[in-house]
């Protein structure tokens, strides 16, 4: 039988590259990088790995694009750290669900900083902990993906919500002749009397009334798609 290298990370964009980056500090070569679209790591090894680290956005190819690397790595563990909708990992076989939670300009950083949450069979997710706290990842297993999944797409949204609701503000002040500034102000002075929990983000308007980046919106309209909802829309209205 094929021997096995450690692992691969498929798809090497915003999340994946520092993945992968973090992943060969402490592996270094026996963990390996596919992209199509990466010069350099555009052709499929041949090798069979452990675990396969799936980055690719979701699309509507998303399933048959992972069980086809799956055919070809062989791997004894997937961990989806993509962006999916719920359930989507459930379907994947061994698979674990592993979501990334970081800001794009700093994403290495924030990735060795923030709880890497692992939701999955007990088995498959402690085989992945272990992977990837070698690599200084801290890691806190849960006993189900659809957790995980849920939990990502929850957070975008609530992010998004957030970025909509102050553009309506931002209406409302121009409206009325009031500075933005000082709806900031307000929010401040409200931190400081209130405990921890109950602080309010200071969150500012999109300049052009858009919600940019690849993941708000994006997983805003995952979300909404399983669960409709109208605070939803208006956050995708902001697309």
């Keep these: 039988m094929q021997t096995r290298s450690t692992g691969i990370v498929v798809g090497l964009g915003e999340t994946g590259s520092p993945l992968l980056s973090i992943l060969r500090a402490e592996y270094g070569d026996e963990v390996a990088g596919y992209d199509p679209k990466a010069d350099g790591y555009n052709e499929i090894p041949t090798k069979w790995y452990s ?85 200084k990842f801290h890691c806190k297993v849960v006993s189900r993906a659809t957790e995980t999944e849920l939990f990502k797409l929850m957070c975008l949204a609530k992010y998004g919500m957030s970025i909509a609701f102050a553009d309506y503000q931002a209406k409302l002040c121009k409206k009325y002749g009031i500075c933005f500034d000082d709806v900031l102000q307000w929010d401040m002075n409200y931190n400081d009397g209130v405990m921890p929990s109950h602080k309010r983000p200071l969150i500012t308007p999109p300049m052009d009334g858009k919600i940019g980046g690849h993941c708000v919106i994006p997983g805003t309209k995952l979300l909404n798609k399983q669960f409709p909802n109208a605070i939803l829309r208006e956050v995708i209205r902001h697309g």
């Design 51 to 135: 675990f396969l680290n799936i980055c690719i956005p979701y699309t509507k190819k998303f399933f048959q694009q992972v069980r086809t690397y799956q055919m070809i790595f062989r791997p004894t563990v997937t961990i989806v750290h993509s962006t999916v909708p719920v359930g989507t990992t459930d379907k994947l076989g061994d698979a674990v669900h592993a979501p990334v939670l970081g800001r794009h300009m700093r994403m290495r950083e924030d990735m060795l900083t923030y709880a890497k949450w692992i939701g999955g069979d007990k088995k498959l997710a402690g085989m992945a902990a272990v992977f990837l706290e070698k690599a």
